[in-house]
């Protein structure tokens, strides 16, 4: 929080929700639930969308979010829809003298990103890009551990899940969801939380696909090449081409190993296996969303800055380069 961003002062914060789906149920559940906000007006992807989800929530279906975000009863704007529209949506949002709440990433280019980050600093404005992944049980874990495995070199992160059929939804789609590894930005992000800075990136992706817009699988394998010389590699698959799930977080040290998979992990030395307890997954919505409520109210840090996103949209970026070009990707710091 910038010094020239003070705590709000009125009773309530008054909330507008741009989606229906799976993000926006939890994060109006949670304002609903909070005695700090009131949740204003809804927006969806359809009008039949929009106007079962402000029934359930006791709120207002909007039309747009173009009429959302001008409203002068909405001081937060929360961003819970496809991808390709967070940037204008923020943009817009932090025109019209809105906090901003966007699920990751915060644009799918990251000019974009920039700009929208030096915007909201120049509106004295919250932008807070959610990074759930950083809350729950596995990453706890994994840095309450990280120290007993000594200097770290190798690391392998797969989220593998199948689905027959694939369904035909924006999250399958070239356009509206991006790049695998920028509209799934966290299997990087749990990275650079942990480890730091990226040295080179080399990517690979194949699509199966019957339609210009829309596939049925995608496979993406990522190697990332830290400045402290930890090598990573990141496989990320969906679709119905595939036909084993996987989820599994490997992290290789000098003095042992950790290995989480699915919700179970293990410490792994020469003599022994330990087991480690994984905390839940569940209600990191409602935790996310409170902790920016104590921001804005009372100025307590977040837990993730729009910076730290920011890299790893930069380094997302460049897998997608290495990908299109074959090429090793140079991060180049400034």
Same mark, same amino acid.
């Given at each position: ?19 229906? #789906? ?9 304002? @609903? ?8 007006? %809804? ?11 402000a029934n359930n929530y006791q709120t207002e279906a909007m039309s747009s ?10 001081? @937060?704007?929360?961003?819970?829809? +496809? ?11 932090? &025109? ?14 990251? %000019?974009?990103?920039? $700009?929208? +980050? ?6 004295? !404005? *919250? ?5 759930? $992944? ?5 990453? /706890?874990?994994?840095? /309450?551990?990280?120290?007993? %495995? ?18 035909? !939804?924006?999250?399958?789609?070239? $356009? @509206?969801?991006?790049?695998? *590894? ?22 690979? /992706? ?31 698959? !969906? ?6 799930? =996987?989820? !599994?977080? $490997?992290v290789h040290g000098e003095k042992g190993g950790l290995i989480f998979d699915?919700?179970? #992990?293990?410490? +792994?030395?020469? /003599? ?11 209600? @990191? ?10 921001? +804005?109210?009372?100025? &307590? ?14 380094v997302a970026d460049a897998a997608k380069r290495a990908a299109e070009t ?6 180049? =710091?400034?």
């Amino acid at each position: 929080m910038d010094d020239s961003e003070a705590p709000l002062a009125q009773a309530k914060i008054r909330v507008g929700v741009v989606g229906t #789906g799976y993000a926006a149920k939890f994060r109006s559940e949670a304002f @609903l639930q909070d005695e700090r906000s009131h949740l204003i007006a %809804i927006v969806g992807h359809t009008p039949e969308n929009a106007a079962a989800f402000a029934n359930n929530y006791q709120t207002e279906a909007m039309s747009s979010w173009q009429q959302l975000v001008e409203r002068e009863d909405v001081d @937060l704007v929360v961003i819970c829809t +496809i991808n390709r529209d967070h940037g204008a949506i923020a943009r817009a949002a932090l &025109t019209h003298g809105k906090h901003v709440i966007v699920e990751y990433p915060l644009s799918l280019d990251v %000019i974009e990103a920039e $700009e929208l +980050i030096a915007f909201a600093k120049a509106q004295n !404005k *919250l932008l807070h890009v959610e990074h759930i $992944e950083l809350l729950g049980g596995l990453h /706890q874990a994994l840095k /309450q551990h990280l120290e007993k %495995i000594g200097d770290v070199f190798y690391v392998r992160y797969s989220t593998i899940n199948p689905q027959h059929p694939a369904p035909r !939804k924006w999250s399958y789609n070239h $356009e @509206l969801f991006g790049f695998p *590894l920028i509209g799934a930005l966290s299997r990087l992000h749990r990275l650079t939380d942990l480890f730091g800075k990226v040295l080179t990136v080399n990517c690979h /992706q194949r699509f199966w696909e019957t339609e210009a817009q829309y596939y049925q699988t995608c496979f993406c394998t990522t190697q990332l090449c830290f400045s402290n010389g930890l090598l990573a590699q990141v496989v990320y698959g !969906k679709g119905e081409t595939i036909w084993q799930p =996987e989820r !599994k977080f $490997e992290v290789h040290g000098e003095k042992g190993g950790l290995i989480f998979d699915g919700d179970t #992990g293990v410490f +792994i030395q020469a /003599q022994e296996t330990i087991p480690i307890e994984v905390g839940t997954r569940r209600g @990191l919505f409602a935790k996310d969303t409170n902790m920016v409520l104590d921001h +804005i109210f009372h100025g &307590t840090p977040l837990y993730v800055t729009p910076e730290e996103s920011l890299y790893t949209l930069k380094v997302a970026d460049a897998a997608k380069r290495a990908a299109e070009t074959g090429l090793t990707i140079f991060m180049n =710091e400034k």
